[in-house]
């Protein structure tokens, strides 16, 4: 069964800076893009970024572009996301997400559980 | 930016049919995915390519999309339906977006 597990959540200052990373599992991860999505409490999903299968293309929501750099390194079946200059609005749970291998408009066929960042002083 | 606007709520009774819209400019060019997500879950893809079910989802899950408008049909509606649920499309082939999200109750 496909895992996803991420890590490195937790409580920062402002401005202050932060790794997540999401380990995967049971699946060739070198073979899918990946992306990270959030979810602020208690309001819906935001997309972040995106990072094609050998890390070759990155694409980012406006929101985070310039703060936010997503990587991964598929020697270690890893992903990350490097978020700098946190703020206050960036608290939220973030999920690494699998895209499906479809041709069209691929979907996020499966999630991890979650990493709780909270920014505040 | 693109954006896709869903019905902050939608209420059905256990049996019946529910009807969730996600409106988007000619969102009907694109294809539409849906996502279920239960209090203090991840989300889980129950519909992707406008109207295909990933296996696992139950039958009564169906999606179509015409225009500027890609729906979630759930027949039969359960109990254990009851959740909040979102469509995503790639805005453009850089960016992708979601709904703002459907609660879905069955009472």
């Known amino acids: 069964q496909v895992q996803l597990v991420e890590s490195g959540g937790g409580v920062v200052q402002p401005g202050r800076s932060l790794r997540l990373s999401c380990a995967a599992s049971e699946f060739s991860f070198s073979s899918y893009a990946m992306h990270w999505v959030r979810q602020a409490p208690g309001k819906g999903l935001d997309w972040m970024a995106f990072i094609s299968y050998d890390g070759s293309k990155k694409y980012y929501s406006d929101s985070v572009k310039g703060r936010f750099t997503i990587s991964r390194d598929n020697s270690k079946n890893t992903l990350y996301l490097h978020m700098n200059s946190l703020r206050t609005e960036d608290t939220a749970v973030y999920y690494c997400?699998?895209?499906?291998?479809?041709?069209?408009?691929?979907?996020?066929?499966?999630w991890g559980q979650g990493t709780l960042v909270t920014v505040s002083s | 930016s693109y954006e896709l606007t869903q019905p902050p709520s939608v209420s059905v009774s256990p049996g019946q049919t529910a009807s969730i819209t996600c409106s988007g400019d000619r969102l009907g060019d694109k294809f539409a995915s849906w996502y279920q997500q239960k209090p203090g879950q991840s989300p889980v893809l129950v519909i992707y390519e406008d109207n295909k079910r990933p296996s696992g989802i139950p039958e009564r899950f169906s999606g179509s999309s015409s225009g500027n408008t890609a729906t979630l049909t759930i027949s039969g509606t359960q109990a254990m339906d009851e959740s909040d649920y979102y469509c995503q499309t790639w805005a453009s082939s850089t960016s992708v977006v979601f709904g703002g999200g459907t609660k879905l109750t069955v009472l």
């Open positions: 997400a699998r895209e499906a291998l479809v041709a069209m408009a691929a979907p996020l066929d499966y």
